[in-house]
């Protein structure tokens, strides 16, 4: 059974950095994409960055050059480095994965505050 | 980026009606057309993929229709659990785009 399972969310203030790591079973990050897409309080969801199995990245032009995407693959597990954060960068971040172009999997969310 | 507009933003509805919730995109997406299920404090859920495909699991009552710019995500018979909210998503290109969400209500 396929799981992911995010961490690191909390307060942190505009300029801040943070890491969200998603710990994935039942596949391997190596073999797979992994997503990360975020939805601000009761707002729509909005894509965020995606490594693909065979390492290419890609960012949202808002997130582009504050937010790094790694993995580390002895760990199965995602990372999501936000540096710079600002005000508008909270929302809950969820961990995603599928096969395709259809996200199948979801972790259960994190939740990322950027406030003073 | 691709633009995706989904039409209601909102709708109320009684068990058993037939629900029609349409995506557009700005350009065209091919079959490349996603649907979702977001209940109220859940991750959302894949209901359709590739525009018509019914995920593992799904409930034959959803189904899904259209290519190109145009799509269609149809309930036939509303069940208690089917209140949420939906949202389109296109994979045809970087980067992945949401339409907005249309959220079913209780009429």
């Known amino acids: 059974e396929v799981q992911l399972v995010e961490s690191g969310g909390g307060l942190v203030q505009p300029g801040g950095s943070l890491r969200l790591s998603c710990a994935a079973s039942?596949?391997?990050?190596?073999?797979?994409?992994v997503t990360w897409v975020r939805q601000a309080p009761g707002k729509g969801l909005e894509w965020v960055s995606v490594?693909?199995?065979?390492?290419?990245?890609n960012y949202a032009d808002s997130v582009k050059g504050r937010f790094t995407i790694s993995r580390d693959n002895s760990k199965n597990t995602v990372y999501l480095l936000m540096s710079s954060l600002r005000t508008e960068d909270t929302a809950v971040y969820y961990c995603?994965?599928?096969?395709?172009?259809?996200?199948?999997?979801w972790g259960q969310g994190t939740l990322v505050t950027v406030s003073s | 980026d691709i633009q995706m507009t989904q039409s209601p933003s909102s709708l109320s509805a009684s068990v058993g009606d037939r629900v029609t919730i349409t995506c557009r995109a700005s350009?065209?997406?091919?079959?490349?057309l996603n649907w979702y299920q977001q209940r109220l404090g859940k991750a959302p859920k894949l209901l359709i993929y590739?525009?018509?495909n019914l995920q593992s699991g799904v409930p034959s009552r959803f189904s899904g229709s259209g290519s190109g710019t145009d799509f269609t995500l149809t309930i036939s018979s509303l069940q208690p659990e089917d209140f949420a909210t939906y949202y389109c998503?296109?994979?045809?290109?970087?980067?992945?785009?949401f339409g907005q969400g249309t959220t079913v209500e209780i009429k």
């Open positions: 995603a994965s599928g096969v395709y172009s259809a996200i199948d999997y």
């Open positions: 039942g596949f391997t990050v190596s073999s797979n994409y």
């Open positions: 490594i693909y199995g065979d390492g290419r990245i």
């Open positions: 350009q065209t997406v091919s079959s490349y």
């Open positions: 590739t525009a018509s």
């Open positions: 998503q296109q994979s045809y290109s970087t980067p992945p785009t």
